[in-house]
């Protein structure tokens, strides 16, 4: 007995294919530690921010503070004089000039008795006289008690710089308010230490991932920017979130990390904010805010994660190349595997597989080819099986109808016929087969509720009273109990409970109307009424099918739907219903006289 040779394990083919492409942990393993540095990089600029942004605010709150007490021991000062009296002596306005002169961010000084000729001094070549009075009247209506007063910096035109007003008051001997010294106090030198003026715009500090550094004052309007456009434009910058933030938090948080996006050509950007605030003075208090686009930010680790696909990249080529000598034997048998598993699914069970492999692939060809052979026998077993099943049911579903029809020899055939004339409109209607052959069984069952109908009324050879008639309409309720019981009768139903409904509400038993009746119903209605007219009954002659047809067209948007009844007719024209043969006609107005046509398909 030959040797059969060793099989291989698919397991080492797997694990050789999986050795050989090794750049996929390398780049997960790089592609993670990025994104910690990214994680680290970003909490060291916003780290970076956050003490930028505070030491920028102890800058203006220093440079506040030192013009505060310049203004404030001006104020002292004429108080230990004695008032401001001195400033009526000879040469005291050239003095005032000269301590103007003296220092370069004062542009304007004034000192402004309550009972005298106000003294004030300015730069000519900074501000104008009518300017300087403009900043002094914003602050002195609102000089009380000791108070030093700070109003919100504003835009010197003349010279085209920001400027701030502060103002102190001279009390005098009585405790009362005898003055007050003004100064208006140039911010250009400030911002300049700020790197504010001629640096690089807005949008190439973005690029470059550096922080873009400006103040705003209360109301989020610019005070200092790189772009000089929108500070002298005082330029509302409450549209960005971290300028939001700080006039919420400003007040009660000294600063504050506050990540945001922008909308900027059409794309969202994730910004990095810190915010600190300056406190000028009580009531005064300017934000200063920086932003940096996080990306040009982290481009160094953008830089690396380049560099880790690249090399990732070179590997998985490498990988691919060697991986497809491994793969062409695994791959090809499983192919054929799956072709096969598709004709299956298609219902062919035709193809059997050969494969030739001494890995598990072989076993599962084998193992496949005789679980075909089983499908293809137990499903011609069960198709078999429907096949009985279906030819049982339609078969107990006629015999229950011939049943029903043989109780009254005048109606026997009834259900048969109606449910050839029902099957004819659906098929006109364009319904599905399936769809079709619901129809069907539905119409063979729709008068099973007569089984439970007194045989006195079913084979009356007169007209019924209306006490039997009342009797008779319970057929259709009593036809759905029976039949509801039957989980497989459910989508039969709507034709065997609604078959004598009408369109405008006048039918039985619910009294349905319009969409409200299932199609279903709708075209056993017709069908039944068709038949009910066209055959022999005991208290009736039997109709022509042309009289009936114009009959039941007469009824159409009262009693029947208008396609379901030109269907009908297109189907008779058709040659796809014929009514029984009949001996003898009356005219369609002599029978409707004489019994009312809802009782005719009783």
């Known amino acids: 007995m030959p040797i059969a040779p060793k099989r291989l394990r698919l397991l080492y083919i797997v694990l050789g294919m999986l050795f050989v492409i090794g750049p996929l942990p390398l780049a997960l ?19 970076y921010q956050a003490q930028l942004v505070r030491d920028k605010a102890r800058q203006i709150e220093l440079f506040g503070q030192r013009y505060r007490d310049v203004v404030t021991g001006l104020a002292r000062a004429f108080e230990l004089a004695g008032g401001v009296r001195l400033m009526g002596a000879a040469g005291s306005d050239e003095r005032l000039r000269r301590a103007l002169q003296d220092d370069p961010n004062l542009i304007a000084l004034a000192i402004l008795p309550v009972r005298g000729e106000p003294h004030v001094a300015y730069k000519p070549d900074a501000i104008t006289r009518e300017e300087a009075n403009q900043c002094i009247e914003s602050v002195l209506a609102r000089v009380v008690g000791r108070s030093v007063v700070i109003d919100r910096p504003r835009l010197i035109r003349s010279s085209q710089e920001m400027g701030l007003t502060i103002a102190a008051p001279v009390i005098d001997e009585s405790e009362e308010i005898g003055a ?22 807005e949008r190439e500090l973005m690029a470059a991932g550096l922080p873009v550094i400006f103040v705003v004052d209360d109301e989020g309007r610019a005070v200092a920017h790189p772009d000089a456009s929108i500070a002298l434009g005082a330029r509302l910058m409450s549209n960005l979130k971290v300028v939001q933030d700080w006039m919420e938090m400003g007040a009660q948080v000294e600063s504050a990390l506050a990540p945001f996006t922008v909308e900027r050509d059409g794309k969202s950007i994730a910004m990095l904010g810190a915010y600190a605030t300056a406190e000028l003075g009580p009531g005064a208090r300017l934000g200063v805010i920086s932003v940096q686009d996080e990306h040009a930010a982290l481009q160094s680790v953008a830089a690396m994660r380049g560099q880790i696909w690249g090399i990732s990249l070179l590997g998985a080529t490498v990988a691919l190349v060697v991986g497809v000598l491994f793969a062409r034997q695994l791959t090809l048998p499983v192919q054929e595997l799956a072709a096969r598993a598709q004709r299956i699914a298609s219902g062919d069970f035709s193809d059997r ?9 072989g076993d599962l060809g084998r193992s496949f080819n005789q679980m075909t052979d089983q499908l293809e026998r137990l499903i011609e077993d069960l198709r078999r099986a429907a096949d009985e099943n279906r030819e049982l049911f339609i078969g107990t579903v006629k015999a229950m109808a011939t049943a029903i029809d043989n109780k009254d020899p005048y109606t026997r ?15 006109r209607l364009g319904l599905s087969e399936e769809e079709v052959e619901k129809v069907r069984i539905s119409a063979l069952l729709h008068d099973v509720g007569k089984i439970g109908v007194d045989d006195r009324i079913l084979k009356k050879p007169a007209p019924l009273t209306d006490e039997e008639f009342e009797l008779m309409k319970q057929h259709p309720l009593k036809g759905y109990r029976i039949m509801s019981q039957i989980p497989a009768m ?7 409970y609604m078959h004598h409904e009408r369109l405008d509400g006048l039918g039985y038993p619910q009294g349905l109307s319009g969409d409200q009746i299932p199609l279903q119903a709708r075209i056993i209605a017709v069908a039944d009424s068709f038949d009910a007219m066209t055959t022999e009954r005991p ?27 030109q269907a009908l007719i297109g189907a008779y024209r058709g040659g796809q219903v014929r009514p029984v043969n009949i001996q003898s006609v009356r005219r369609a107005e002599q029978v409707s006289a004489e019994i009312p046509l809802e009782r005719l398909s009783a």
Do not use: K
């Open 353 to 361: 597989l050969s494969i030739r492999s001494r890995t598990e692939l």
């Open 413 to 427: 055939g009834h259900s048969e016929r109606v449910a050839r004339f029902s099957v004819a409109i659906a098929r």
């Open 539 to 565: 208290y009736q002659r039997a109709m022509s099918a042309e009289v009936a047809l114009e009959l039941i067209e007469s009824f159409v948007g009262t009693r029947y739907d208008e396609r379901v009844v």
């Open 180 to 201: 007050a010294v003004v100064a208006v106090v140039s911010l250009q030198e400030m911002f300049r230490l700020f790197g504010q003026q001629g640096a690089r715009s």
């Open 29 to 47: 393993a790089g592609w993670f530690l990025s994104d910690r540095s990214a994680n680290e990089l970003r909490s060291v600029e916003a780290r």
């Open 490 to 496: 459910r989508d039969f139903l709507p034709g065997i």
